[in-house]
């Protein structure tokens, strides 16, 4: 996502009401409560300023988000095979990138913000985008304006989750296969094979237009021998960001002038399940990640989404708790700006405990 590069988005409170209608294509149905946007900021643990030293990190630039999960033990009769593509080191939790170009990590359980350290990729470019995965590297996105074309353009370079100073580039050719920008996330293949793919959702780079419509978007595997993002089929969304999970589903987070969450099927692009938000935009500034069964929204904190800090946003899209897929603000005042999150596909599939 874009910071500053965004259209005016209409203001939503943190106590606006958000009314989530999920709606469903002829593949699946679903159905979701309307919702309250419950502000609970001050009942949680979470630091308005931490600088803790951390071992993971997280994904982002100019405000775009991805994301996923999957349980760490393998099944001897029938299930999951991790033997196959075994987790890396710290990937419990989610990781969120800084618009000071720095990687923390964001604690759902104690909704605690921690700093890994700075990016050390060899450009000054913003960033824009990441996914996490499994292997503990993470592939950010940076971003540029051509003044030629009048557009911003995605860069891709490659860091380690647990030491960020370590970043390479991995010799990405910008705007390869006609794919100007994306939100990026690592998916497992399928419920029995958690290797990832990193998928990505393009936006094409003109400041100021997150756009909804028919076939405005699309949706896209990365080749990662010829270094391409290659396109899987048109979807409405220009500029929205992904999340994976470790069972092999993803999920975008986009939409005008309220967000929306859309479940694709990554074989076609055709969207599953879509759940409006009503009060609840993008904001200049956005991400998210699933972690435990449920939803983390990374916004500006200032409702107009012009501001410093971003606020954190749940979705008990499992309805763990009993009251519906509601929308509830538990962090008002983060620490840093999110300008992108990601959560590899080893963080967990169901609430802990």
């Not at 705007?175 to 497992?188: E, K, L, R, T």
């Not at 990365?222 to 994976?244: H, K, R, S, V, W």
């Not at 939409?255 to 759940?275: H, M, R, S, Y």
Request: charged share 15%; aromatic share 10%.
């Amino acid at each position: 996502t874009m910071y500053g590069g965004k259209p005016a988005m209409p203001t939503a409170s943190a106590t606006a009401t958000v009314t989530v209608t999920a709606t469903a294509s002829a593949t699946a149905t679903a159905t979701s409560s309307a919702s309250a946007a419950t502000d609970s900021s001050g009942g949680g643990s979470g630091t308005e300023g931490a600088t803790s030293d951390a071992s993971v990190g997280s994904s982002g630039g100019f405000k775009f988000d991805i994301g996923g999960d999957s349980e760490s033990a393998g099944d001897t009769t029938g299930g999951p095979d991790y033997s196959m593509c075994p987790c890396g080191d710290k990937l419990d939790l989610i990781y969120v990138l800084s618009d000071d170009r720095e990687l923390w990590t964001y604690d759902p359980t104690f909704n605690v913000f921690s700093k890994v350290g700075d990016l050390g990729c060899p450009t000054s470019d913003g960033t824009f985008s990441m996914g996490v995965g499994r292997d503990g590297k993470a592939w950010i996105q940076t971003t540029h304006l051509d003044l030629n074309q009048g557009i911003y353009i995605g860069d891709l370079f490659e860091l380690d989750v647990i030491n960020p100073a370590n970043c390479t580039d991995p010799g990405y050719n910008p705007g390869a296969n006609g794919w100007i920008h994306f939100g990026m996330a690592f998916v497992s293949e399928s419920e029995q094979n958690p290797c990832d793919r990193l998928y990505g959702q393009h936006w094409n780079g003109v400041a100021g237009q997150w756009s909804e419509g028919p076939g405005v978007g699309k949706l896209g595997v990365f080749d990662d021998i010829a270094l391409q993002m290659n396109t899987i089929g048109p979807t409405n969304y220009n500029g929205a960001e992904l999340t994976g999970t470790g069972d092999g589903r993803i999920y975008a987070f986009g939409g005008v002038p309220d967000a929306k969450l859309i479940q694709f099927d990554k074989a076609n692009a055709q969207a599953i399940e879509t759940i409006p938000f009503g009060g609840f935009p993008l904001t200049n500034a956005f991400a998210f990640a699933f972690w435990g069964g449920d939803f983390y929204f990374f916004t500006n904190s200032v409702p107009d989404g012009i501001g410093t800090t971003s606020k954190v946003t749940h979705l008990d899209y499992d309805n763990s708790e009993g009251k519906g897929q509601v929308l509830t603000t538990v962090n008002q005042n983060a620490p840093i700006l999110v300008v992108g999150a990601g959560v590899s596909t080893c963080a967990p599939l169901k609430p802990p405990g």
